[in-house]
């Protein structure tokens, strides 16, 4: 590696940024910053514990919009936000179909073949955007957050994956399937 004197400045500049971070972390207004945040989690928490399929689905309805209109940094992050929603719109008319036997009847019919099923039920499009956007939430994971907006990323994937329970819960009702067992499931990531 040529010796540029490049890496030392990463090495400072990092340090910069680690000091005035600090530094700005300690103004008044990053402290309310920071108990807003925690408002937030606690209120996306109790969402997620209600067992209130409707309302964890229109929390995390809130915060696509918000990060939409407040917080799109380029032209990939608005596309994504985009896609999330449409599939979040389609996701609350399964909900509905699902919630009436009959109507769901045809969507179990249309997912009949084993790769369109998990866990014996459809993989139908609430499924599809739980798990896509279980996966989209732990991309966002991997960037840089400070610890609230962290635990705020992670109750949102906590109330993904319970949504997703209280999804197949619906699904086995409306298909007179007996509720599932218990236990450790072969099924990975978001369809648990």
Do not use: C, W
Request: proline residues 3%; hydrophobic residues 35%; aromatic residues 4%.
């Amino acid at each position: 590696m040529a010796k540029t004197g490049l890496i030392e400045r990463f090495d400072r500049s990092f340090l910069q940024e680690k000091l005035l971070t600090s530094e700005v972390n300690k103004t008044k207004e990053a402290e309310r910053r920071k108990i807003i945040r925690q408002d937030l989690h606690l209120l996306t928490k109790d969402a997620g514990r209600s067992g209130d399929l409707d309302l964890i689905l229109a929390v995390e309805r809130r915060f696509l919009e918000n990060d939409l209109a407040e917080y799109v940094s380029s032209k990939a992050m608005a596309d994504s936000l985009r896609v999330a929603l449409k599939e979040l719109s389609a996701a609350e008319v399964q909900l509905g179909k699902v919630r009436d036997p009959e109507a769901y009847k045809s969507t179990d019919e249309d997912h009949s073949l084993p790769k369109n099923r998990v866990g014996g039920v459809p993989r139908d499009q609430a499924r599809q955007f739980f798990k896509s956007h279980g996966i989209r939430l732990l991309n966002q994971d991997k960037s840089r957050l400070d610890p609230e907006d962290k635990q705020l990323l992670d109750q949102r994937k906590v109330n993904m994956r319970a949504a997703t329970g209280f999804y197949e819960t619906l699904q086995r009702e409306a298909l007179g399937l007996p509720p599932k067992e218990q236990g450790r499931s072969r099924d990975k990531g978001m369809d648990r």
